[in-house]
């Protein structure tokens, strides 16, 4: 019993900590100034945009827009997606083979 409130505790404290620390980042407006940094760089990129259009230079839309996809890939997701591939097809050979042996049942 002793060992369970001890584990209890220690996830409890776990998941206070992670609280407090999304409930501060959330008032001291951390999310808040990201959100204005990319605000700030859009403004600077449509100014650059006009001043280009204004110099007569040839513009293109893409040179302008900030790429916003992020590549989260590592060494532990791509072991993540191959063991979820294979647990995908170990479920799946398994659930054709009730459903056709049930239906190998009804059929006869």
């Given at each position: 019993m002793e060992k369970r409130y001890k584990v209890f505790r220690?996830?409890?404290?776990?998941?206070?900590?992670?609280?407090?620390?999304?409930?501060?980042?959330?008032?001291t407006g951390y999310y808040e100034y990201q959100n204005y940094q990319k605000m700030t760089m859009t403004e600077e990129q449509?100014?650059?945009?006009?001043?280009?259009?204004k110099d007569g230079k040839e513009v293109d839309v893409k040179d302008y827009l900030k790429n916003q996809t992020k590549d989260y890939q590592n060494g532990f997701?791509?072991?993540?997606?191959?063991?979820?591939?294979?647990?995908?097809?170990?479920?799946k050979m398994g659930v054709m083979k009730v459903f056709g042996t049930i239906s190998s049942f009804v059929t006869s």
């Amino acid at each position: 019993m002793e060992k369970r409130y001890k584990v209890f505790r220690w996830l409890f404290l776990f998941f206070f900590v992670i609280f407090l620390t999304l409930y501060f980042s959330g008032v001291t407006g951390y999310y808040e100034y990201q959100n204005y940094q990319k605000m700030t760089m859009t403004e600077e990129q449509i100014k650059q945009f006009e001043q280009d259009v204004k110099d007569g230079k040839e513009v293109d839309v893409k040179d302008y827009l900030k790429n916003q996809t992020k590549d989260y890939q590592n060494g532990f997701t791509k072991v993540g997606v191959k063991v979820s591939t294979g647990i995908s097809k170990v479920v799946k050979m398994g659930v054709m083979k009730v459903f056709g042996t049930i239906s190998s049942f009804v059929t006869s």
